[in-house]
């Protein structure tokens, strides 16, 4: 019997309850630093599994190997840490099979899996990250709020953060999405804004009247976010608007233009040149709804397109995450999801006719405009920026490295952007004031 097959059960109770205790100071380490509520953990999570419970293996190592390396993945998926912190997760997981084969009293034949064990030092890194953290910074000091206010009837669900003395950004979100798409800007930017986002009637968390009776038309949902910013008392904000966001939020600045400060335009479009060549099907669904419904539903609301919509033409496949998609999909079929979108989606054809109006409220304007664009958008055509450009001459255009949600890969890049932009114009409308 070889040193791997042969480790007593005492032996192994020791080890497992040791890996037990060094794995919860790693807990409270991490919980102390991120907070309870964005650092949950139950240990029947890895400790209640029938392999872990019962007797140790009595076959091979390789079989344990197995199990704890299961068992680790398992916790690993249940490691939920607030969005951001993905590196802590996977760096979680590592720890967690380092531990688990340590208490099973495997001799590691890897030698790289033996240094790494060695060098690891999770605790102590965690506990280093807090000296760091209270040293730079006030932990938690902008939390995010979810909450609702009730307008024309509806409760209008937002994520709210950072001083509401701070300049103001109203997030306007896009389709298939909610205010959820826009949790890594507020991680990067509730510091110095106050970030305000709002999830449009029949999107996330606010109320999804039915269709029969409720006007799912872009025109509807400008007038309730006006609505919306009237109720929270916003007077005065710049826009961020990707995709939906931007017909909702030009119609709210052409009825309200003493409102908005700037716009910061994220994969929207505004100009006809801009849909691109699969808008073909949706162009065929507007011009004949009845005859087109299922092959919309199909290039709009299926699995392949909420997909299609986060990695675009990424080659790199592999930095996105598939539960963004994959939990889009699953909001689309709840039902009525598919006779709500079907609607919005047909009066999308006003935007079209729309376009116009709001390009020449631009050239006529000229607002501080920010444009941010993914390399790798997919939905819309790659010329839309610079027609923005050619309304706004001074318009900012930033190409950055994403695609039609951009925020997936490319946020610590946008938040740079907005920081600079925001930065900018809220300097020139201050001195436009004082002059």
Known sequence: MNTEESFCRSGYEDRLHLAERELWAFIRAVTEL???????????DWLDESELMDSPPRSTSRDWRAVSVAASSRLAKRLTVAQGRISLVARADTIVQLFLLEASGVML???PMQSEMRNAQPLAQVQELQVRKRREEQPMKYPTFYRTAQIDGLFIFYREAGPKDAPTLLLLHGLPSSSRMFEPLFARLCDRY???APDYPGFGHSDWPDPKTFAYTFDHYAEIMNHFTEALGLSRYTMYMQ??????????????PERVEALIVQDAVAHNTGLGENWKTRRAFWADRATNENALRTNLLSLAAARA??????PKVERHDPDLWTDEFYFLNQPGQAEIQSDLFYDYRTNVGAYPKWQAWMRETQPRLLVIWGK???SFDPSEPEAYRRDVPNA????VDGGHFAL?????????VVTDFAGSSREGVVARRAG
Do not use: K
């Not at 900012?396 to 190409?399: A, G, K, S």
């Not at 997936?408 to 740079?416: L, S, W």
């Open 34 to 44: 991120y907070g309870p509520e964005q650092a949950r953990f139950s240990t029947e």
């Open 109 to 111: 034949s890897s030698r």
């Open 194 to 196: 106050h970030l305000v």
């Open 243 to 256: 995709d939906y966001g931007g017909p909702v939020g030009f119609r709210m600045a052409l009825a309200h």
């Open 309 to 314: 919509r986060h990695v675009g033409d990424d």
């Open 376 to 378: 790798y958008e997919s």
């Open 396 to 399: 900012e255009v930033h190409i």
């Open 408 to 416: 997936d890969t490319a946020a610590d890049q946008i938040a740079e």
